[in-house]
Nanobody, 118 residues
Framework: QLQLVESGGDLVQPGGSLRLSCAAS????????MGWYRQAPGKEREVVAR???????DYAEFVEGRFGIFRDNAQNTMFLQMNRLRPEDTGVYYC????????????WGQGTQVTVSS
């Protein structure tokens, strides 16, 4: 089992940057595919970026090269570097972990608020 704790959300001006962190406690972090999702008020949760257990990444179209997802398996931590933030990036950002071979092993963090506003 994994416990996930996000941090790094903040209020930032348009064009600014933030780095989100997802700290995992539990066993076998390196075996999990990880991802960042977000949910804006009144909207459904959507995927932002994902990274597999071997480091392959993919991004939602709206990212447009502005974000980078990476992980440090030695520290049991995943990151999302967000640059050139826009007001539409505002939302609660959630960390997700899933074990590909065992879909019942899926976990979510509690979320961290990102607000992009002048």
């Amino acid at each position: 089992q994994l416990q996930l704790v996000e941090s790094g959300g903040d209020l930032v001006q348009p064009g600014g940057s933030l780095r989100l962190s997802c700290a995992a406690s539990g066993s076998a972090f390196s075996m999990y595919d990880m991802g960042w999702y977000r949910q804006a008020p009144g909207k459904e949760r959507e995927v932002v970026a994902r990274i597999t257990n071997v480091g392959s990444t993919d991004y939602a179209e709206f990212v447009e090269g502005r974000f980078g997802i990476f992980r440090d398996n030695a520290q049991n931590t995943m990151f999302l570097q967000m640059n050139r933030l826009r007001p539409e990036d505002t939302g609660v950002y959630y960390c997700n972990a899933k074990l590909r071979a065992r879909p019942e092993y899926e976990y979510w963090g509690q979320g961290t608020q990102v607000t992009v506003s002048s």
